[in-house]
């Protein structure tokens, strides 16, 4: 028992070492003030080079941990119009729970997604939504519903595994009560989905889809 209680909280610090990882493609999204870069001084061209490079490194090592491990397909296997719609479905109904735990937790002190919008409006504003709403929402299902997930279930009941990995990928986003929660029931609704369809593409699809809504109100009503 305490063997295996080892085990699962070296996975889970695995499984932050891994999440720090896979941030790598974000430096490419922001201003690089160590380059002596500012605002008015951009070179495009030099971050969406960083954002492939380092998206690719990071994917490339994330697949092949994934499969080495797990059989589950990481891209399309069979796939639906049923399957499709269920995954906007939960989309759909995460990001409500999401509106209305904002509603009611966010105080005037909480600042949410300020950075991001402004990055928006810049220059550099369609490098930051595919990397928040694209790279970000695969690499990040590929840890944690995939990695992260399948390993903690081989060690705990497949509830305790999603509420585990959840709490883990909640707390890695979050520094606000409401984002915390809300992204932990978020990633509920996305190890549900896999446990589902018994896919990892749906979840990743899913994850995008909650992304581009998020952002859509944010630049709509934020």
């Not at 005037?108 to 369609?126: K, R, V």
């Amino acid at each position: 028992m305490v063997a295996r209680l080892i085990r699962v909280f070296g996975y889970v610090l695995a499984g932050l070492g891994l999440f720090i990882f896979i941030q790598l493609p974000v430096l490419a999204d922001g201003y690089w003030n160590w380059w002596g870069e500012r605002p008015q001084q951009i070179n495009v061209g030099y971050h969406w080079g960083a954002l492939v490079v380092l998206t690719v490194g990071v994917a490339v090592v994330l697949v092949r941990c994934y499969h080495h491990y797990f059989e589950m397909p990481v891209l399309l296997g069979y796939f639906s119009w049923s399957m499709m719609g269920l995954t906007a479905l939960v989309a759909v109904v995460v990001v409500v729970i999401q509106m209305g735990i904002s509603g009611l937790l966010v105080s005037p002190t909480e600042t949410q997604n300020d950075e991001i919008m402004a990055l928006i409006h810049s220059p550099l504003g369609l490098l930051t939504l595919v990397c928040t709403n694209i790279v970000s929402p695969v690499l990040e299902e590929l840890l944690f519903r995939g990695i992260v997930q399948n390993t903690l279930r081989r060690y705990l009941p497949v509830l305790g595994a999603i509420m585990l990995t959840n709490a883990v990928f909640a707390l890695g986003h979050g520094y606000q009560l409401a984002s915390t929660v809300g992204i932990f029931i978020t990633g509920c609704g996305f190890s549900w989905l896999v446990l589902k369809t018994k896919q990892l593409s749906t979840a990743m699809g899913c994850h995008i889809l909650v992304n581009w809504l998020v952002t859509l109100i944010n630049m709509m009503w934020g």
